[in-house]
Structures are given as C-alpha cells and as structure tokens.
C-alpha cells in the first residue's frame, strides 16, 4: 500500500482552506488566543480575559461559518455572493465578543454554552433544509460524526507521539522546551490539526448522500446490544419508582429528571442510529420498540414535569429548572410528533432542539430573565409578608422569622451573584451604582488581582444588601432546602485577607510550596527529592507531608486566636459597611508547624469561614496560601 505523498497532504490542506476559508482562520485565531493565554503569567488577569473571549468567540465563529458554508453549497451560492454572505456572518458572531464577557456576568458562561450547543445543531441540518433529504441527512451526520471520532483519535495518537518526541529529546540531550510545551502542543494539535482534519472529511457532493444506502453493521450491533438494553434499565427503574409515588402518594424527589433525561437521551440516539433499516423486513422489532419507547415516554414525562414543578412552586425558578421545563416541552413535543406523525422526519429532532436552545439564550422569555424574575419576586413576597415593603420597595426589616430570614438572604446573594444589583435597583431607595463604586474602592486598596477582586466585591456587595435590610444576621451560604431552615442556627461568614496578596517575603526560608491539595514527587532543589501530600480535615487541621515527617496547622485555633481581639481586628475592616470582611498584613497571617526535619510556616494568602452565635467556628469553606519551608 502507497503511503501519502507530502504533495497530496498539501493539495488536502489547500483544498480544505479554499472551501472554508472562515473556519481556518477562526481555527488559528482560537488556537493563537489559547497559546498566548498560556504563555500570559496570572497576575496579567486582563489579557488572560481577553484570550479565552477569543477563544469563545473563534469556536462560535468556526462552528456558525461551517454552517453558513454547508448551506450555501447546497443552495449553489458561488462567487463574490458567496464570500459576502460568509462575511457577513462572520462580523456578526465577531461582534459577540462584546456581549460575551464571563469575567463580569456569571451568565455569559451559560450563554456561551447554549449558543454553542445551537450553533452545532445547525450545522447537522443546514444543508438539508429542503423536504425530500433525509437520507442524505442522516448519511452526513453518519460521516461527519465518524470523522470525527477519527479526527479525535489521531489528534490523540500524535500528540501523545510528538510528546514522548519531545520527552525523549530533553532527556537525551537536555533540550528544554519551556515547562508549557506540553499544553501548547495539545492545544495546537486539538485547535489546528483536528480541525483540518475534520473540515477535510465533510463531503463535497451533498446531494449524492440521497441516494447512498450504505449501513455499517457495527452500528447496529452497537444499538440493539448497548443503546437499547440500556435506556431499557433506565425505563424499568423509572417506572418501578413511578408506581412507588403512585402507592406512596409522594412528590417525586429531584434526581429523577436527570434518570427520565438519561433515559431519552439513549432511547432517541439509538432510534436516529437505525432509522435507515427500519423498513427491512428483518428489523420489524425497530418499528415496534420505537413505538413503546414513545408510549413509554408519556408518563415518565409527566413524572419529569411533576419533579420540576415541585421544586418550582417551593422555591422559584433558576437558569437550571428554567432548562429543565425546556426539555420537558420539548421531549413532549417530540414524544407527541413521533407517535401521531406517519412522516417520521428526524431532522425535527435537531430543528426543533436548536429552536428550544436559542429561546433560552436573549429576551424576555430566556433562562436569565425568567430566573431573576421568579427570584426577585420570591424576595419582594418575603418582605411584604413580613411588613416591609413599601411604594414598590424594600425596606429595612425589623422582625422576621428565622426561616424566612434565611431564605431572603440566601436568594439574596443568589441574585446578586448571578444578576448583581441591576436586578434588585428598581426596588432599592439607594442608588446601587454608587455603593458598587465605593465598596470597589475600598477593596482595589488592598490590591487584588481582577479574579478575586470580582469574587471579593460580590460578598462585600452581599453584605452591604443584608446589613441595609436588616438581613445580617442570617446566613447565605450552605442553604439547600427550604425545609431545612427551622433546623438552623444563625451563621456569620467571615472573609480575611492579606493586604499584600500575592507579594511573599521568603527570607530565611528555603522553599517556597504554594498550596495545591495534590500529591507528587517535587524537585524542590539539584540534590534532594521531596514527596509532598496536602489534605485538610474536617476540624480545620491542614497538613502538610514532607516525606515522613507531617506538619499539622490548626487553622480553627489560629483563627479564635485571631478573632479574640475584636477592637484591634477593627481597624483592618475592609468597609464599614461589610461586618466580617477583613484585610490583614502578612505578619498577623502565619501559622507554625514543625517537624523533626523541617520548620513550616503557612502563609494565608486569604480564608473564609462561618461562626455560629455561641462564637464557635463552625467550618473553614475556602483556604489559600503558600507553604514557606526551611530544612533543618
């Protein structure tokens, strides 16, 4: 057998790029952005914001001009037309980039996603918009989804091959590439390679798929012995636990959209896989399993409706409730078209999937509007009952129970996390904005970087919020059920920092470790290898393994150490306005452990933590620093 000539590797590279030259340049535009994001040191937060917007963007960018492409061969567009149409499309995603910013809207990741998703749904029926293709449409989607299980393989199979290349020449002749090689060759190989190799896949002829009945039989087997049996064990346990809510007379308990979801997901990927055969005579039990499997889909699509709407009447919708009513409509819709239909058209599947998910994505009617209104309106309705609410505002509350005090605060911060203060103005007499700016001020004097800034601002912005309505007493973290309330006590968070973060004196030390929670051999100097093992104990005791000798630091006890001298603790507040938000210099931040070969000291960098009524630390939620070591 020939192997390729490098001639015919480059014609397939010009081919690829000269039918679709968008993709390519979005591919290298991506695959640029993610190179320098990793060549970009982290304190540089800002263009490290800038390249994985990039990278988003050039994913959304490739994906929709793929599409774009695939629909205009099929509509014959050539010419100048052509290439307007494709630029056109490609300004409009690039102009994305400016409504898509992770960094400042928590949402614009969900966003990302959806539009993702919506993207590549289009392109598995763009090109066969028109009727009469179905069996061109599934062919494609057969070939592209081969290729790129294929393009997934080789991508894998180099990159490991040009890795052990690279691994080998540093050992045998002590080149090094730089400590990021690695994640930069993936990166390249995944971004670059993969892509053209994929793109070198799709088939040109569109039209002749119509007319290709091939059918590999590994598909088949794949279906009726994995897909089949199991969405089967899936359906058996759902019914079964049906009829126990049946019995029982309970309201079905969360978990089970994600079975009922599980469950559609194998039952209808397993029927697109054999449609093809479905009409041979000796397939006759497709017709038949794809008929109960709808029937079936009936009432575990009642129970899925009954699961979410449980949660909802209780507690309001979020973004993820919001995606699971989508998904009960549409599998119902889907469920109802495939049972009464005598068509039977599969491409509704994607379609009708890419419609629900662009309906989630803008608008009045999308996850985020209809989550923070559902949210604030559970809020509003916790203050009018308990007398605070006035002229269409919220106002200082001064007696509230303790249930509902713990609710209000802990959708609080869920709005204001997800939404920020935007959400909440019209019913605030202060002017948010403001706040926002001050308590920003106040926090950059400790100069943080841009990602615990943002993290730091939005607490301090809670507890702003809870001290002007009266909610401070109450706690916003850990809460999961509503129905667990009456069982708490009150909990105030602490936050405290270093006003210095991120700038370390090691003098007197040998080492410096930063904090990781992993274990591995570290060469921490020529001549001496040190195993090091991080883990941290439900009593706040972290411990630090240097070989056989263990560190031990108390962090529950430093920290009542810490909090015994309340007036001298005042002086390092962050804000007035934020009760539990300190900022303290590096000398007040170090905790002592000492084994018989090393001397520890662990250097907080920042630590968060909750302290019941009675003055009790009742659990550390997060933890960062650096180990300073010194050996003996």
Not at 71 to 90: D, F, R, T
Not at 301 to 323: C, N, P, Q, W
Request: net charge positive.
């Amino acid at each position: 057998m020939a192997l390729p000539s490098i001639q015919n590797l480059i014609e397939n590279i010009k081919y690829v790029i000269r039918r679709f030259p968008l993709e390519i340049i979005f591919a290298v535009i991506g695959t640029t952005a993610a190179i320098v994001g990793i060549e970009t040191p982290s304190q540089d937060s800002k263009i490290m914001d800038w390249c994985i917007r990039i990278v988003m963007i050039a994913n959304l960018g490739l994906v929709v001009s793929l599409s774009t492409s695939l629909y205009l061969e099929h509509k014959a567009v050539k010419g100048m037309q052509l290439y307007i149409y494709k630029a056109l499309i490609a300004l409009f995603v690039i102009n994305l980039i400016w409504f898509i910013n992770p960094f400042e809207r928590s949402a614009d990741t969900i966003r990302f996603t959806l539009m993702s998703l919506a993207a590549h749904l289009l392109v598995s029926f763009s090109a066969y918009i028109h009727a009469d293709s179905i069996q061109g449409f599934w062919q494609f989607n057969k070939t592209i989804f081969i290729r790129f299980l294929t393009g997934a393989l080789y991508s894998a199979v180099l990159f490991l091959g040009l890795a052990g290349a690279i691994g080998a020449t540093k050992f045998l002749f002590n080149i090094d590439l730089g400590s990021n090689i690695y994640a930069k060759l993936w990166i390249f190989t995944a971004g670059i390679f993969n892509t053209v190799f994929f793109l070198a896949g799709i088939p040109k002829d569109l039209d002749t798929l119509n007319n290709d009945f091939t059918y590999p039989k590994g598909l088949k087997v794949f279906t009726q012995y994995v897909l089949i049996p199991l969405a089967t064990v899936y359906v058996i346990i759902l019914l079964a636990y049906e009829a126990k809510i049946l019995v029982q007379w309970n309201l079905p308990k969360g978990l089970v959209a994600n079975l009922i979801l599980g469950y559609a997901v194998f039952g209808i990927l397993s029927l697109l896989l054999v449609f093809p055969i479905r009409e041979q005579a000796e397939n006759g039990w497709i017709k038949t399993y794809a008929r109960s499997f709808y029937f079936l889909m009936l009432p575990l699509i009642v129970l899925l409706f009954l699961a979410v709407g449980a949660r909802v009447f209780s507690y309001g919708i979020t973004e993820k409730r919001y995606f699971l009513i989508m998904l009960a409509f549409w599998l119902l819709f889907i469920t109802v078209y495939f049972l009464l239909s005598r068509k039977q058209n599969i491409k509704l599947v994607p379609i009708s999937l890419c419609i629900f998910t662009i309906v989630c994505i803008y608008g009045p009617q999308s996850a985020f509007s209809v989550s923070s209104y559902s949210q604030v309106k559970i809020l509003t309705n916790i203050f009018k009952r308990n007398h605070a609410y006035k002229d269409h505002k919220i106002t200082a509350i001064k007696n509230i129970p303790l249930k509902d005090g713990n609710y209000a605060a802990s959708t609080l911060r869920y709005i204001i996390e997800q939404y920020g203060y935007g959400a909440l103005q019209p019913y605030i007499n202060k002017e948010l904005d403001q706040v926002t700016d001050s308590l920003s001020n106040s926090l950059k004097k400790g100069k943080p970087n841009r990602y615990s800034l943002r993290y730091d601002l939005d607490n301090l912005k809670i507890n702003w919020l809870q001290n002007y309505l009266g909610l401070g007493d109450f706690s916003t973290h850990d809460i999961e059920d509503y129905s667990s309330y009456k069982h708490r006590s009150r909990v105030d968070s602490y936050f405290i920092k270093d006003i210095e973060i991120g700038l370390v004196e090691i003098k007197g030390y040998d080492y410096i470790l930063q904090e990781s929670s992993f274990e591995q051999d570290t060469n921490i100097n020529a001549t001496r290898k040190i195993t090091v093992k991080e883990s941290m104990t439900e009593n706040g005791v972290l411990s630090l393994r240097l070989n056989n000798d263990t560190a031990l630091f108390d962090l529950k006890e430093f920290l009542n150490q810490l909090l015994k001298s309340p007036e001298k603790l005042k002086t390092y507040k962050v804000s007035n306005n934020a009760e539990y938000t300190y900022s303290l210099p590096a000398a007040m931040l170090g905790v002592i452990g000492e084994t018989k070969n090393f001397k520890v000291v662990y250097k907080i960098n920042s630590i968060r933590f909750n302290r019941d009524k009675n003055k009790t630390i009742k659990k550390i939620t997060y933890n960062n620093g650096v180990f300073l070591i010194k050996a003996k």
